[in-house]
């Protein structure tokens, strides 16, 4: 138990940053301390503590340090939210209780994950139909030119979420059957092996149609995520560096067709690299968008302008109507990463992404200390595409690849991210018992 001591000892000072947050937002609000920030954090502390009971009973084994990792960036994403929009924080907090009910249920429910092993073709399948389900007239929602998200009992859910998940289980199953014979029973031509299409085949299909269905919904950001995380499996199964560089040049020449040949593509990339075009140039072309994004965190510097300093829209007319404009479109998304260095600056934004580095590292831990093949291959999945979110959206904001709706995991606004987050959590954790528990 040693190690639930270590995770519950962890969880106060996520508590304690909720406290704080919300003490400084007050602060610079109303001039006033309150004790409702106090409140807060004790609230978010009982759900935390809720959580730990739950490992403590079923995953005693389990990794200590992955979930108070992810209850530190939850904890900062709810400040921020609130900091940003009050009505978005509250419904950001009820899909975080309804994200960690689920992570619980997915514990309790899939104690021998293995059997997920089974069901992998129903799961791809599964997975393939969530991923169109965008496409459906009359369900599926369109935004900036990518469909999304689909429109249910008041809410708008974004399945390509839980798709994800779907295709990384089907790639570990698979894979963990056929990963020998892809390296074994190949044929070498110019010192590569080419796997048999017999055993390769049934893959690419799936693979081949989870890709064009992103591309057929306009959905970017996944489709680098779905991509790299193959790569990433692909590799450690195999354990040659050839599939990956094969992959990696095969997608360098996709991209270069699709952005050359596809509309919707040429404005993203026209968007990244003359974003500044309307501002400064006054010239056709640029992004509103990730023109702000640069201003606000170059504003910040290395030490920020102050928590709750952020300008993110201002006071505008509209048809001859006093309104309010965003100055930061879609802050609480897209863009939370540049609230967040523009108010904390470069060393907070920096404190961040170590958090990310961390929750990465001890994926990753995960997947090496797990014996069997479909364990480890599901551990690097889930990791991969995780630490692939993050990069897609931080590289994005910060113009080291073009900018994609993708949400930033445990932190920016969203209800199916942050649900599809705490399931892919709940499996690493899982992963991580079996692993501790028995490592011989």
């Known amino acids: 138990m040693r190690a639930r001591n270590r995770e519950l000892l962890a969880l106060v000072p996520a508590s304690l940053l909720v406290?704080?947050?919300?003490?400084?937002?007050?602060?610079?609000?109303?001039?006033?301390?309150?004790?409702?920030?106090?409140?807060?954090?004790?609230?978010?502390?009982?759900?935390?503590?809720?959580?730990?009971?739950?490992?403590?009973?079923?995953?005693?084994?389990?990794?200590?340090?992955?979930?108070?990792?992810?209850?530190?960036?939850?904890?900062?994403?709810?400040?921020?939210?609130?900091?940003?929009?009050?009505?978005?924080?509250?419904?950001?907090?009820?899909?975080?209780?309804?994200?960690?009910?689920?992570?619980?249920?997915?514990?309790?429910?899939?104690?021998?994950?293995?059997?997920?092993?089974?069901?992998?073709?129903?799961?791809?399948?599964?997975?393939?139909?969530?991923?169109?389900?965008?496409?459906?007239p009359g369900i599926g929602s369109q935004v900036n030119g990518a469909y999304l998200g689909i429109h249910f009992a008041g809410?708008?859910?974004?399945?390509?979420?839980?798709?994800?998940?779907?295709?990384?289980?089907?790639?570990?199953?698979?894979?963990?059957?056929?990963?020998?014979?892809?390296?074994?029973?190949?044929?070498?031509?110019?010192?590569?092996?080419l796997p048999p299409l017999k055993h390769f085949g049934p893959l690419l299909v799936v693979f081949g149609a989870a890709m064009l269905e992103l591309l057929i919904i306009r959905d970017l950001g996944s489709s680098l995520m779905f991509f790299g995380g193959f790569l990433a499996m692909l590799y450690v199964a195999t354990n040659r560096l050839s599939f990956p560089v094969i992959g990696l040049l095969i997608f360098a020449l996709g991209a270069w067709f699709i952005g050359t040949h596809t509309p919707h593509v040429q404005d993203r990339i026209d968007a990244w690299q003359h974003p500044f075009r309307a501002a400064l140039y006054n010239r056709p072309g640029g992004s509103y968008q990730v023109a702000q994004s640069v201003f606000a965190q170059a504003d910040g510097g290395l030490f920020g302008r102050g928590f709750g300093e952020a300008l993110i829209a201002y006071p505008c007319q509209i048809g001859g109507h006093a309104a309010t404009c965003p100055l930061l479109p879609a802050s609480q998304t897209d863009l939370i990463y540049s609230v967040v260095t523009n108010e904390l600056g470069l060393f907070g934004a920096c404190g961040l992404l170590i958090v990310y580095a961390l929750a990465v590292e001890r994926g990753f831990r995960i997947a090496i200390l797990a014996r069997d093949s479909f364990s480890k291959l599901l551990a690097a999945g889930l990791t991969s595409v995780f630490a692939l979110q993050v990069f897609v959206i931080v590289g994005g904001v910060t113009r080291a690849i073009p900018l994609t709706g993708v949400t930033l995991p445990f932190v920016s606004y969203g209800g199916s991210s942050i649900m599809a987050n705490f399931v892919l959590l709940a499996l690493l954790l899982l992963v991580s018992d079996k692993a501790r528990r028995d490592p011989l």
């Open 19 to 136: 406290t704080a947050g919300f003490t400084a937002i007050f602060i610079q609000r109303h001039d006033l301390l309150s004790n409702v920030s106090l409140t807060y954090g004790l609230l978010f502390l009982g759900l935390c503590l809720a959580a730990h009971i739950v490992l403590r009973l079923t995953l005693p084994y389990a990794d200590p340090y992955l979930f108070p990792l992810v209850a530190l960036l939850a904890c900062f994403g709810l400040v921020m939210i609130y900091r940003i929009d009050d009505t978005l924080a509250r419904q950001q907090a009820q899909w975080f209780v309804i994200g960690l009910i689920l992570f619980s249920a997915t514990i309790v429910t899939l104690r021998d994950y293995h059997v997920l092993e089974r069901y992998r073709y129903v799961i791809a399948a599964t997975s393939l139909f969530l991923l169109l389900l965008p496409r459906v």
């Open 155 to 193: 809410t708008t859910f974004q399945p390509a979420e839980f798709a994800k998940i779907g295709i990384v289980v089907f790639l570990a199953s698979y894979l963990r059957d056929t990963r020998q014979l892809l390296v074994t029973a190949g044929t070498r031509v110019l010192g590569v092996t």
